[in-house]
Nanobody, 121 residues
Framework: EVQLVESGGGLVQPGGSLRLSCAAS????????MSWVRQAPGKGPEWVSA????????SYADSVKGRFTISRDNAKNALYLQMNCLKPEDTAVYYC??????????????WGQGTKVTVSS
C-alpha cells in the first residue's frame, strides 16, 4: 500500500523558514518523480515544485523560485521542501504527491494527507 506522510508544517512569521518532510512507503521511491502541491484557503491546488528520479533534476513554480528548495533522500524514502523567506501568500496546506513516472509530468497517482503552513505575524 502506497503511503505518503507529510510533516513539518506550522505557524511561522513572514521571512521565516520551515522544512517540510514526506515519508514514502509501499513503492520503489527512487524510481518515481515526486512533487509538492499546495492549496491555499478558498483556492484550487497549485503545483509548487518537482524532482525527478535518477538525476534528481528539479523545477519550481515562479512564485517560489529562489526561496524554496526541493530535495530527496532515496536511501530514506524521503522527500523534503526547504522553504525560506516565507510570505503570507505561502499559507496553504502542502501535499506531497507521487508522480506516475520517473520524470515529472505533473500527473499524480497518490497524495499525502497534507501539512498546514501558516505564515503570519
Amino acid at each position: 500500500e502506497v503511503q505518503l506522510v507529510e510533516s513539518g508544517g506550522g505557524l511561522v512569521q513572514p521571512g521565516g523558514s520551515l522544512r517540510l518532510s514526506c515519508a514514502a512507503s509501499g513503492f520503489t521511491f527512487s524510481s518515481y518523480a515526486m512533487s509538492w502541491v499546495r492549496q491555499a484557503p478558498g483556492k484550487g491546488p497549485e503545483w509548487v515544485s518537482a524532482i525527478n528520479s535518477g538525476s534528481g533534476s528539479t523545477s519550481y513554480a515562479d512564485s517560489v523560485k529562489g526561496r524554496f528548495t526541493i530535495s530527496r533522500d532515496n536511501a530514506k524514502n524521503a522527500l523534503y521542501l526547504q522553504m525560506n523567506c516565507l510570505k503570507p501568500e505561502d499559507t496553504a496546506v502542502y501535499y506531497c504527491a507521487k508522480e506516475r513516472g520517473g520524470s515529472s509530468s505533473l500527473e499524480y497517482d497518490y497524495w499525502g494527507q497534507g501539512t498546514k503552513v501558516t505564515v503570519s505575524s
